[in-house]
């Protein structure tokens, strides 16, 4: 069972475009939300990350919407460029035996054309 | 964060043998995980690895399979025991500090 559902798998975004990429996940005990970047060849990189009492978080050009009674967040990627082009997961995770376990989304490639 | 160095970064192994996966992490951490990411997939955790405890597995994951050591707080190595093609992966090493922090991941081709 997917608890956390990523859309869309694949987007094409204009140099200076803006990227968005959505989530929704059915486990109310999940109360960490990070997003992961990750280039071909290399681990996920921790992008940006939000709790569930913050309705949005920027860093940059990197903004988390989160919208707790949907269950839904998003990451928005203002002026994007081709450097952006990666694919990123969502995840959401909840306290397990004393750490947070992770389930991540299925991922969205992104490709940032010039 | 945490900076976490995986060996070998890429192997091509023969049916039948073993490929034991070290992960690196720069301090000390409690707790390690293992991953297993298809190509254009994504990651399925495969064990959690809680330094001088047994390894917890997932679901579809078995210890006879995947070994896992954690002999202190900084390093964990996983064994892909008796190999078939369809464990040709990239496996991922990553550390929780805060939150999750992953090497650059293991590429395994089995022919």
């Known amino acids: 069972q997917q608890q956390v559902k990523q859309s869309p798998q694949s987007l094409i975004v204009q140099k200076g475009g803006i990227s968005i990429i959505n989530c929704a996940y059915e486990n109310t005990a999940f109360d960490y939300f990070p997003w992961y970047q990750q280039f071909p060849g290399k681990g996920p990189a921790l992008l940006i990350a939000?709790?569930?009492?913050?309705s949005e978080k920027k860093e940059g050009r990197f903004t988390i919407s989160f919208n707790k009674s949907a269950k839904q967040f998003s990451l928005h990627i203002m002026d994007s460029q081709p450097g952006d082009s990666a694919t990123y997961f969502c995840a959401a995770s909840q306290n397990s035996g004393g750490y947070q376990k992770v389930t991540f989304g299925t991922g969205t490639k992104l490709q940032v054309i010039p | 964060s945490a900076v976490i160095s995986q060996k070998p970064s890429r192997d091509i192994c023969q049916r039948g043998t073993s490929l034991t996966i070290q992960c690196q992490v720069d301090?000390?951490?409690?707790?390690m995980f293992w991953y297993r990411q298809q190509p254009g997939q994504s990651l399925t955790l495969i064990a959690t690895a809680n330094q001088g405890s047994e390894a917890t597995y997932e679901s579809g994951f078995v210890i006879d399979k995947f070994p896992i050591s954690r002999p202190n707080l900084t390093f964990s190595t996983l064994t892909v025991s008796n190999m078939s093609p369809e464990d040709s992966s990239i496996y991922l090493c990553?550390?929780?500090?805060?939150?999750?922090?992953f090497g650059p991941g293991t590429r395994l081709t089995v022919l």
């Open positions: 939000i709790r569930p009492d913050v």
């Open positions: 301090s000390q951490v409690t707790m």
């Open positions: 990553s550390a929780y500090r805060g939150a999750q922090f």
